[in-house]
């Protein structure tokens, strides 16, 4: 008895959303989610928001917010954390090899869900990777960032940085479960380029968007404190041909979801033009470099997203690089 | 005949042009500076609501006058200075306030650090793609490279008509619109306190804080 009722009564509920949801599609009526949010001054942003909006998984809540860090001994490691990911080179200095921080390619502290946000990351954790040929921890994972993304050196395990680094990466993380594959993780996938990505085109994109900011030489800019204000793009003081953003289609997909910062409106294929032209500049050796271009190659670079060994403008990408695990 | 004619014409007003030029660039800097110096005080340094012109980037304080000229910045005031000025009386002029040092006294004196506005210029607004003021203006809004203003220790006022201006049209040329869009990214209710987050801080030049 109890049954048929449960059975009717979600029946009836089940009807009845169909009926609400019908009626509301019918009546053209479905509420204006704009009008809880201020009305802009008439401007063109009306008919097309220059910022696209983010369209999360709707199964995923995000990380918590800042405001919600606990307080006492673990808090205090999660700020730590934070504070190291945002402030990379002077926090672990003796780590960093060059001129970047975590966060110039994991946006917003790690947060931004296009930019491999740390919350989707912290669950993928154990896993094998092809890199390096085993299943490596999310202690592993961070030191690999060190050493290809920042140029530098592994920070020991159990040490603060990693410690640190992972309290932060938890917290971020926390209502996901253990080997989940949140939509958010990595970067946006983009659709292959209905042609060859070009070197001509993409220094063309990189000249008109990019160079304003990181510079006609793909050095970047200081800040007028001395600090970076602008990441270098290639050369000693960028991440080496070991970094996951030296391959094109990583690149591409992280440009086309965040650059130009602020107003990421470039297309697919200029996406991957830019892409091809900035990581086919000379940039720190590859820190598995076993003394010959070729082999180093042969051995790690097959993948087709790669430019090491390639040449370009006469000249072997890897013969010319500057050392890799620059730190000061 | 025709043609030598025309030529001539031509000459006579190149040559024209040519005087012009040099009359214009042969008054005297101090002179130009006097018209600024009635807003802008004598250093540089701002007066009420106009907007400090000491340290910042030369390229931009003429890309500005520029503006100003073109009328792609929009200003009563400006764009009849701007427009009566040569391109060297420009650049003179941003090389002269590019070069001075800022002032403490530049500092509108605020004492209270505007939460909501801090948020916004230190992170930002990711869940709508907004990025931090700072990640261009440089950490606490001192300013990057020639082409990314100071922010920090500029009137409330000024930073709030600017943010209007951008968001309403009245101020474009922005190298690939990045402010237009960050600005009409914004909500009305955003633009008082990020403003007031900048005028409190203390502006400083690229030697560091003064």
Same mark, same amino acid.
């Given at each position: 008895?109890?049954?048929?009722?449960?059975?009717?009564?979600?029946?009836?509920?089940?009807?009845?959303?169909?009926?609400?949801?019908?009626?509301?599609?019918?009546?053209?009526?479905?509420?204006?989610?704009?009008?809880?949010?201020?009305?802009?001054?008439?401007?063109?942003?009306?008919?097309?928001?220059?910022?696209?909006?983010?369209?999360?998984?709707?199964?995923?809540?995000?990380?918590?917010?800042?405001?919600?860090?606990?307080?006492?001994?673990?808090?205090?490691?999660?700020?730590?954390?934070?504070?190291?990911?945002?402030?990379?080179?002077?926090?672990?200095?003796?780590?960093?090899?060059?001129?970047?921080?975590?966060?110039?390619?994991?946006?917003?502290?790690?947060?931004?869900? @296009?930019?491999? *946000?740390?919350? /989707?990351?912290?669950?993928?954790? &154990? =896993? +094998?990777?092809?890199?390096?040929?085993?299943?490596? $921890?999310?202690?592993?994972?961070?030191?690999?960032?060190?050493?290809?993304?920042?140029?530098?050196?592994?920070?020991?395990?159990?040490?603060?940085?990693?410690?640190?680094?992972?309290?932060?990466?938890?917290?971020?993380?926390?209502?996901?479960?253990?080997?989940?594959?949140?939509?958010? @993780?990595?970067? *946006?996938?983009? /659709?292959?380029?209905?042609?060859? &990505? =070009? +070197?001509?085109?993409?220094?063309?994109?990189?000249? $008109?968007?990019?160079?304003?900011?990181?510079?006609?030489?793909?050095?970047?800019?200081?800040?007028?404190?001395?600090?970076?204000?602008?990441?270098?793009?290639?050369?000693?003081?960028?991440?080496?041909?070991?970094?996951?953003?030296?391959?094109?289609?990583?690149?591409?997909?992280?440009? @086309?979801?965040?650059?130009?910062?602020?107003?990421?409106?470039?297309?697919?294929?200029?996406?991957?033009?830019?892409?091809?032209?900035?990581?086919?500049?000379?940039?720190?050796?590859?820190?598995?470099?076993?003394?010959?271009?070729?082999?180093?190659?042969?051995?790690?670079?097959?993948?087709?997203?790669?430019?090491?060994?390639?040449?370009?403008?006469?000249?072997?990408?890897?013969?010319?690089?500057?050392?890799?695990?620059?730190?000061? | 005949?025709?043609?030598?004619?025309?030529?001539?014409?031509?000459?006579?007003?190149?040559?024209?042009?040519?005087?012009?030029?040099?009359?214009?660039?042969?008054?005297?800097?101090?002179?130009?500076?006097?018209?600024?110096?009635?807003?802008?005080?004598?250093?540089?340094?701002?007066?009420?609501?106009?907007?400090?012109?000491?340290?910042?980037?030369?390229?931009?304080?003429?890309?500005?006058?520029?503006?100003?000229?073109?009328?792609?910045?929009?200003?009563?005031?400006?764009?009849?200075?701007?427009?009566?000025?040569?391109?060297?009386?420009?650049?003179?002029?941003?090389?002269?306030?590019?070069?001075?040092?800022?002032?403490?006294?530049?500092?509108?004196?605020?004492?209270?650090?505007?939460?909501?506005?801090?948020?916004?210029?230190?992170?930002?607004?990711?869940?709508?793609?907004?990025?931090?003021?700072?990640?261009?203006?440089?950490?606490?809004?001192?300013?990057?490279?020639?082409?990314?203003?100071?922010?920090?220790?500029?009137?409330?006022?000024?930073?709030?008509?600017?943010?209007?201006?951008?968001?309403?049209?009245?101020?474009?040329?922005?190298?690939?619109?990045?402010?237009?869009?960050?600005?009409?990214?914004?909500?009305?209710?955003?633009?008082?306190?990020?403003?007031?987050?900048?005028?409190?801080?203390?502006?400083?030049?690229?030697?560091?804080?003064?």
């Amino acid at each position: 008895m109890n049954k048929i009722v449960i059975i009717v009564v979600t029946t009836c509920a089940f009807l009845a959303g169909i009926a609400w949801e019908a009626g509301v599609f019918l009546a053209g009526d479905r509420p204006d989610y704009r009008a809880e949010s201020e009305a802009l001054p008439p401007s063109p942003v009306e008919a097309a928001p220059a910022v696209p909006a983010v369209s999360g998984p709707a199964t995923d809540p995000g990380p918590p917010p800042r405001s919600a860090m606990p307080e006492g001994p673990f808090g205090d490691m999660v700020r730590k954390g934070e504070r190291i990911f945002t402030h990379t080179r002077d926090e672990a200095s003796a780590y960093v090899g060059n001129d970047l921080n975590c966060r110039n390619c994991h946006l917003d502290a790690g947060r931004y869900e @296009k930019t491999a *946000p740390m919350r /989707a990351a912290w669950p993928k954790y &154990p =896993a +094998y990777r092809s890199k390096n040929d085993h299943v490596n $921890d999310f202690a592993e994972r961070l030191q690999g960032c060190f050493m290809y993304s920042m140029n530098g050196k592994a920070p020991p395990r159990g040490g603060e940085i990693i410690q640190a680094l992972e309290a932060y990466s938890y917290w971020l993380a926390q209502g996901t479960r253990a080997g989940e594959k949140l939509q958010s @993780k990595g970067f *946006p996938a983009i /659709a292959d380029p209905q042609q060859a &990505p =070009a +070197y001509d085109r993409g220094e063309r994109v990189y000249q $008109d968007n990019c160079a304003f900011c990181h510079g006609a030489d793909g050095q970047g800019q200081r800040a007028a404190d001395g600090s970076i204000g602008f990441p270098p793009l290639w050369g000693a003081r960028s991440y080496n041909w070991g970094a996951g953003m030296h391959h094109v289609d990583k690149a591409a997909r992280f440009i @086309k979801a965040a650059m130009p910062l602020g107003k990421p409106t470039l297309t697919e294929q200029q996406a991957w033009d830019v892409a091809l032209y900035i990581n086919s500049q000379e940039r720190p050796q590859d820190p598995r470099f076993e003394g010959s271009v070729t082999a180093t190659a042969n051995r790690l670079h097959q993948h087709g997203f790669s430019q090491y060994g390639k040449t370009v403008n006469g000249r072997v990408l890897g013969e010319n690089s500057p050392p890799a695990g620059t730190v000061p | 005949m025709t043609r030598i004619g025309a030529t001539a014409s031509m000459l006579l007003l190149a040559a024209l042009g040519c005087a012009q030029e040099e009359a214009a660039t042969a008054q005297p800097l101090d002179t130009l500076l006097q018209t600024c110096a009635a807003c802008h005080g004598p250093e540089g340094q701002g007066v009420a609501n106009y907007p400090r012109l000491a340290g910042l980037g030369e390229r931009y304080l003429v890309a500005q006058l520029e503006a100003f000229a073109s009328g792609q910045r929009e200003n009563a005031i400006m764009k009849p200075q701007a427009a009566s000025l040569t391109a060297a009386q420009r650049q003179a002029l941003a090389r002269h306030f590019s070069g001075l040092s800022v002032k403490p006294s530049a500092n509108t004196g605020f004492t209270n650090i505007n939460e909501a506005g801090r948020q916004l210029a230190q992170r930002g607004r990711w869940e709508q793609g907004i990025p931090a003021c700072v990640q261009c203006h440089g950490p606490d809004g001192t300013g990057i490279g020639e082409d990314f203003p100071a922010l920090a220790g500029q009137p409330a006022r000024y930073l709030q008509d600017q943010l209007e201006a951008w968001r309403s049209g009245k101020r474009a040329g922005d190298p690939m619109g990045l402010m237009t869009s960050i600005a009409r990214s914004l909500k009305g209710e955003d633009l008082a306190p990020v403003a007031a987050y900048f005028a409190s801080l203390p502006a400083v030049t690229e030697s560091g804080h003064e």
